[in-house]
């Protein structure tokens, strides 16, 4: 069974703040665990909402608000990594990724690479790589035409390098929310109709079920340090 687990973010992300090297190495210890286990998918951390593009979408025109900002509905629905050269360029596929699928909302948020933590310098020309998130909403399955139009608009972004790889979710009424303070943990199960705190950063890892997604979650906050919030989602494998 796939997952995707994702925690909020927190004011010293928001801030700008480098993460200590102590997490830094913790958390590439945990992850790389479920890589030569060969039960990683996917992952990355994003960062301050001074680095992200939120777009909305309604009756067939788009608004573009640069960060920073708050979160509104933050609860995604897909996530597509993009590798673009400018931020100009990203925000190009997601209006038309959008228009497709009318009222709702995009956001593009920066992924953070090796040399934002300091581990590497920054290479000459290196690319830009943006989560696409696809807010969900109440109109719920898309239509026949919709699904098509992503498909192609999808393949066309992979045969021009744009588009690295993607995860569809299933919806929020199958997902757990996880409140940590202190290592103490709280559970909600979904539905959930919004989440107004922003993603902060996500492992898509293959486990056997929801137990050990919430054990995996307990590992995973500790090593954040034991207060934050935790949305365990359930990938859906079969999207079309």
Known sequence: ?????????????????KPDMKLVHEMGAFVGGFAKAGKLIDGAGLGASKTRTRLTFKDGRSTIK????????????????????????????????????GDGEIELG???????????PEPKDAPLQLLLIEKANA???????????????KTEMTK???????????????AKRLFFVNNDMRMVDGPFTESKELIGGFAVLELSGVDEAIEVSRKYVAILGGTVEIDLRVVDTDPE
Request: proline content about 5%.
């Open 1 to 17: 069974m796939r997952f995707m687990m994702m925690h909020k973010h927190d004011p010293k992300t928001e801030a700008g703040e």
């Open 66 to 101: 640069h960060g920073p900002y708050t979160g509104e509905n933050e609860l995604p629905a897909a996530a597509l990594l993009l590798k673009v050269k400018t931020r100009e360029e990203a925000i190009g596929w997601a209006e038309r990724y959008g228009k497709i699928l």
């Open 110 to 120: 920066k992924v953070t690479e090796p040399w934002d933590l300091g581990l590497v």
């Open 139 to 153: 109109k719920g399955e898309r239509t026949s035409k919709q699904k098509a139009d992503v498909t192609r608009l």
């Open 160 to 174: 021009a390098g744009v588009l690295l790889r993607g995860v569809a979710l299933q919806p929020a009424s199958s």
